[in-house]
C-alpha cells in the first residue's frame, strides 16, 4: 500500500475522485429536496389557480419589504458561502473562518426577521385555526387560512433548513479553527455550500409566489 | 487538485445581478399586466436560480455527471407539475371542496 494524504479515503484513486464522489452524493440528496419541496409547491399552485382571489388578498396582508429585505439578505448570504467554498480551494484559513462567521450572523439575520414576521401573524390572527380572524375581515376567510397554511408550512420547512444549515457552519467553524481543512480536503465545505445555496435558490421562488401575488 | 478556483470578480458579478434581479421582481409585481404578472415573477425566478445553480454551486464548472443528476432532478419535478397541473387545470374548475 503506497502512502497517500491522511484525508484521502481507501477507496479512492486520488483527492480528485473523492471530491466528484462528495459531490454527486449531495446532489443526489438535493434531488430529494427538490421533490420534497416540490410536493408543496405543487399544492400551492394548484390551490392557488382555484382560489386566486383569495390568495392574492391574503398575500396583501404580508409585509413584501421584509421578504425583499430577507430576499437580500438571503443572496448576500450566499454570497459569502461561495467566497467561504474559495476560500477553502486555496487554503486560505483566516478568510475561510470569517466567510463563514458571515454566512452564520447572515442566516440569522434571516431567521430573525422570520421570528419578526411570525410573530406579526400570531398578533394579527393569521394562524390558520380556530382563532383565524383579522380585521378587518377578508372575503375569503377559509380560503385565506389555507394561504396562510402554505405560508407557514413552505417558510417554516425552509427555516428548518436553515437551522440546520447554521449548525453545519457552526461545525465547520470549530473544525477550520482547528485546521482540518486544506486545498487538497475541503469536501465538507463544499457540499455544505451546496446546501446553502439550494436553500437560498427555494427561497428564491418562495419569495414572489407568496409575497408578491395579487400585488398589481 | 483540478477543482476550478473561480475568479471572485465573477462571484461578485453574480451577486449583483441576483440583488438587481430581486430589485426587478418586486418593481414588476406593481405593474398590472394580468395573468402574465405570474409568469414574468417565475421567469425572473428561474433565472435567478439558474445563475446560483450554475456559478455559487459550480454545477457549471462540474463534470457531466453532475448535470446528469441535477438535470434528473429538474426532470422529475417537471413530471409532477406537468402531469398533476394537466389534469388539474384541464377539468374546467374543481368545486364541492366544502369552500
Redesign the interface.
Known amino acids: 500500500m503506497s502512502e497517500h494524504s491522511p484525508a484521502l479515503a481507501h477507496q479512492f484513486d486520488d ?2 475522485q473523492q ?2 464522489a462528495s ?2 452524493g449531495m ?2 440528496f ?2 430529494t429536496e ?2 420534497f419541496f ?2 408543496l409547491f ?1 399544492g400551492y ?2 390551490y392557488r ?3 386566486s382571489e383569495a390568495f392574492a388578498e391574503a398575500s396583501r396582508l404580508l409585509d ?1 419589504k421584509l421578504g ?1 429585505i430577507n ?2 439578505v438571503l ?2 448570504s ?2 459569502t ?3 467561504a467554498v ?1 476560500a477553502a ?2 487554503g486560505h484559513r483566516k478568510p475561510l473562518i470569517i466567510f463563514l462567521v458571515l454566512t452564520i450572523v447572515l442566516g440569522s439575520v434571516f431567521l430573525g426577521n422570520k421570528v419578526v414576521e411570525y410573530t406579526h401573524k400570531f398578533e394579527h390572527h393569521l394562524v390558520p385555526g380556530p382563532t383565524f380572524g383579522p380585521e378587518p375581515p377578508l372575503a ?1 376567510p ?2 385565506a387560512q ?1 394561504f396562510f397554511g402554505f405560508y407557514f408550512a413552505m417558510t417554516g420547512l425552509h427555516a428548518l433548513h436553515m437551522i440546520i444549515g447554521i449548525g453545519i457552519l457552526t461545525v465547520l467553524v470549530v473544525l477550520a479553527w482547528r485546521g482540518r481543512f486544506s ?2 480536503y475541503f469536501s465538507p465545505v463544499d457540499i455544505t ?2 446546501y446553502w ?2 436553500v ?2 427555494v427561497w ?2 418562495l ?3 407568496l409575497y ?2 395579487g ?2 | ?3 476550478h ?2 475568479p ?1 470578480r465573477i ?2 458579478l453574480v ?1 449583483v445581478t ?2 438587481l434581479l ?1 430589485l426587478v ?2 418593481d414588476v ?5 394580468g395573468w402574465l ?2 409568469y414574468i ?2 421567469t ?2 428561474t433565472c ?2 439558474l445563475l ?2 450554475l ?3 459550480h454545477v457549471r464548472y ?2 457531466r ?2 448535470w446528469v ?2 438535470g ?3 426532470f ?2 417537471m413530471i ?2 406537468v402531469f ?2 394537466g389534469d ?2 384541464t377539468r374546467g ?2 368545486t364541492g ?1 366544502g ?1
Open positions: 483527492p480528485e471530491f466528484e459531490t454527486l446532489w443526489a438535493l434531488v427538490i421533490m416540490g410536493g405543487l399552485a394548484i389557480s382555484l382560489y413584501y425583499a430576499t437580500a443572496i448576500c450566499s454570497l458561502m461561495v467566497l474559495r480551494q486555496l375569503h377559509q380560503q389555507l486545498s487538497e455550500g451546496l445555496h439550494f437560498d435558490v428564491i421562488f419569495f414572489p409566489l408578491l401575488i400585488r398589481s | 487538485m483540478s477543482q478556483v473561480i471572485q462571484y461578485i451577486f441576483l440583488l430581486t421582481t418586486v409585481a406593481f405593474y398590472d399586466a404578472n405570474i415573477a417565475l425572473i425566478a435567478k436560480a446560483v445553480i456559478f455559487f454551486m462540474s463534470p455527471l453532475t443528476f441535477v434528473a432532478g429538474f422529475w419535478l409532477l407539475f398533476t397541473l388539474y387545470l374548475g374543481i371542496l369552500f
